[in-house]
């Protein structure tokens, strides 16, 4: 059995840690530069870019409007974004655009009131993001994206 290329599919994932998670006094070895948004961010788009995945999974994700969502593109990503229930960030997953086609996406909440609840150990609340994806040759991809 051979692989073709087409057959392949990178995955990054990453969790980029938000600005509401980076006070200084919770990092205190830390360079205060190093913490702020935008040192990090062009760091991660950069990243993002070298690494060249078909898909991007990210968490902590805040600035998506005005930050991450116009770079990926530039990138050739296209991108769906969900914000947490309670915070001020939330899940990213993002696609090579001519590779992929969304073909749904859903969001499920966690409340312990569920079927699915009992195989899951997550507070009350948190959120999965779930992305279904049709590559050019026609196979579909099923993401499930967790907060953490």
């Known amino acids: 059995y051979s692989v073709r290329e087409s057959d392949i599919i990178s995955i990054l994932s990453f969790n980029i840690l938000a600005d509401c998670y980076c006070p200084p006094e919770f990092f205190p070895y830390a360079d205060k530069q190093i913490l702020l948004h935008s ?20 968490q902590e994700v805040d600035h998506y409007e005005d930050y ?7 990138l050739g990503y296209r991108s769906i974004y969900e914000p947490k229930s309670s915070r001020r960030e939330g899940l990213l997953v993002a696609w090579k655009e001519s590779r992929f086609k969304m073909t749904e996406s859903f969001v499920r909440c966690f409340d312990r009131g569920h079927e699915y609840d ?3 150990e997550f507070q009350k609340g948190y959120k999965a993001l779930f992305v279904r994806l049709r590559d050019v040759n026609c196979r579909i991809l099923s993401l499930i994206l967790l907060e953490n």
């Open 39 to 58: 040192y990090r961010a062009p760091l991660i788009v950069k990243q993002i870019g070298e690494l060249d995945a078909d898909i991007v999974c990210l």
């Open 118 to 120: 009992q195989y899951f």
């Open 68 to 74: 991450f969502q116009g770079r990926l593109k530039a």
